[in-house]
């Protein structure tokens, strides 16, 4: 039995008092709903504020990216070990840091490696973009992310994988509930073809793209999707709640 993760990625919005009201509305909103792991993921600097904001919560923290390198001569970049002592999860490989900062699946898979050595959790994001998907090639195309993303990584029992469909990223354009279901059971087919039916079983592949309190309970019923990643529903300090619950309501 997999738990849904429903984690809130506030992307390069909030100053630090708005992100420090945001996660005391979370941690409110949430407050008493089990069934679900609840993580929101602040901009960096941040994260110290918004871990005193939520002491005593049940919501996790979760970083928005991390370095691939341990430590050293890397400027503007933080280390997984300074994370983990702040963070329980990672976003690793979002669309966005693979558009706009030429990252591929070599380094989500370098950045996997780094965060799962520092204990960190890493969210591994895949997706295909409008093109691919009309040209009918969004399976292959996911699959490949994800055996590229998962390079060299021998245990992923501490790994999540987010289907985030690139043409529904902040589009309002949300993949629909079928969709979402057959791209997440591509997935976990991959899975099975990297590592076995167990780890299959048991990692969570989560849909992100214009999820918001409306459509969550779509995607709860879909019977391989476990969780969502929300960008803009996620600075709404009573949607993110609403889709927490859509899928405590389903697990
Ligand atoms: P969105 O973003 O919910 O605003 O579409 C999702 C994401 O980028 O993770």
Redesign the pocket.
């Known amino acids: 039995m997999r738990t849904p993760i429903v984690a809130g ?1 506030w992307k390069m919005n909030t100053t630090l008092a708005d992100a420090s009201a945001l996660a005391r509305a979370v941690a409110d909103g949430v407050n008493g709903i089990d069934g679900v792991t609840t993580v929101v993921c602040p901009p960096s600097v941040s994260l110290v504020p918004v871990s005193m904001a939520l002491s005593g919560s049940n919501v996790f923290i979760g970083a928005q990216d991390v370095s691939a390198e341990p430590q050293g001569a890397h400027t503007g970049e933080l280390s997984a070990d300074m994370l983990s002592g702040l963070c329980t999860y990672v976003i690793i490989g ?1 669309s966005e840091r693979r558009s706009m900062y030429g990252e591929d699946d070599f380094t989500t898979a370098a950045k996997t490696t780094t965060a799962l050595a520092a204990g960190l959790r890493p969210i591994v994001c895949v997706g295909e973009s409008l093109d691919v998907r009309e040209s009918g090639d969004a399976n292959a195309f996911v699959a490949s992310q994800v055996n590229g993303s998962l390079a060299g990584i021998a245990d992923i029992s501490q790994v999540a994988i987010a289907y ?1 469909p690139v043409w ?3 589009t309002g354009r949300a993949a629909s509930p079928e969709i979402a279901q057959e791209m997440a059971s591509t997935i976990r087919s991959a899975v099975v073809s990297m590592y076995s039916d167990k780890a299959a079983d048991g990692v969570p592949v989560l849909y ?4 918001n309190a409306d459509n969550a309970a779509s995607y709860a019923s879909a019977a391989d999707v476990d969780g969502a ?5 996620a600075l709404d300090g009573n949607a993110f709640p609403g889709i927490v619950k859509a899928f405590a309501a389903s697990a």
């Open positions: 990625n979002h985030e529904a990223i902040g992100g793209g214009s999820v990643l929300v960008g803009g529903a």
